[in-house]
């Protein structure tokens, strides 16, 4: 959801002149943004996977 407002915010940003500077600032920022969510999705699961191997969690 927060992409999606920052996309419609630079496409107002994107009409005037004057915001390139800033619309480029806030893209580089969403596609930051759109990879860190997808690399920590995906090394999360292997780091839980991990700790369910090494710490059991019936405790014994």
């Given at each position: 959801m927060l992409a999606n407002l920052e996309i419609a915010r630079a496409t107002e940003i994107l009409k005037d002149q004057e915001g390139q500077g800033l619309t480029e600032y806030v893209l580089?920022?969403?596609?930051?943004?759109?990879?860190?969510?997808?690399?920590?999705?995906?090394?999360?699961?292997?780091?839980?996977?991990?700790?369910n191997k090494v710490i059991p969690l019936g405790g014994g």
């Open positions: 580089i920022l969403v596609l930051v943004s759109i990879v860190s969510v997808g690399i920590l999705t995906t090394l999360g699961h292997d780091v839980s996977d991990l700790l």
